[in-house]
């Protein structure tokens, strides 16, 4: 499998869904832990010069993980994902909101329901990022912020932790 390739970004505006797709070069169990597991999450979440430090992990149904993006001038962006539904090591959805540093949803910005999903496919996995908004201006709002280069960088990230 071609490590390099990018995530295939699919915005559906009619829908109110970004659908992101990823081929990695790991086995499913590898993916899934990098996902849950709070010191390799650290290690990619964020865009390089960024970088995310997780304060909370609790990785189960009505769990959240409560986190911080940390900018090259220590600027630092709150969020916070609330787990619903998992099915290790196969999907999981979530909800992820901005808040502050307290993990108070930000109420000028809107959230983001999300379904993770990993697949065996050959010697690697495919991910597939569903996000689904409310409304459609809530999706344009979260594409300002420079989400879909954002999380592209982050999956390249990403790509390389699962090299070592």
């Known amino acids: 499998m071609d490590t390099q390739t990018k995530a295939r970004v699919t915005k559906d505006v009619a829908n109110k869904k970004i659908t992101v797709v990823k081929d990695l070069d790991a086995d499913i169990k590898k993916v899934w832990t990098a996902y849950t597991d709070r010191k390799m999450l650290d290690q990619w979440w964020a865009p390089k010069p960024w970088r995310a430090e997780t304060r909370e992990l609790n990785f189960k149904e009505g769990g959240h993980w409560l986190y911080s993006m940390n900018g090259p001038n220590n600027e630092r962006q709150w969020a916070k994902m609330d787990f619903q539904k998992i099915d290790a090591p196969n999907q999981f959805t979530a909800i992820d909101c901005f808040t502050d540093e307290k993990g108070t949803k930000d109420k000028n910005m809107p959230s983001i329901h999300w379904s993770n999903s990993f697949e065996k496919k050959g010697d690697g996995t495919r991910l597939r990022v569903e996000l689904i908004f409310d409304r459609e201006e809530d999706m344009k709002k979260i594409l300002d912020t420079g989400f879909e ?8 990230n990403l790509d390389e932790l699962l090299a070592k």
Do not use: P, S, V
């Open 149 to 156: 280069q954002g999380f592209q960088m982050g999956l390249e």
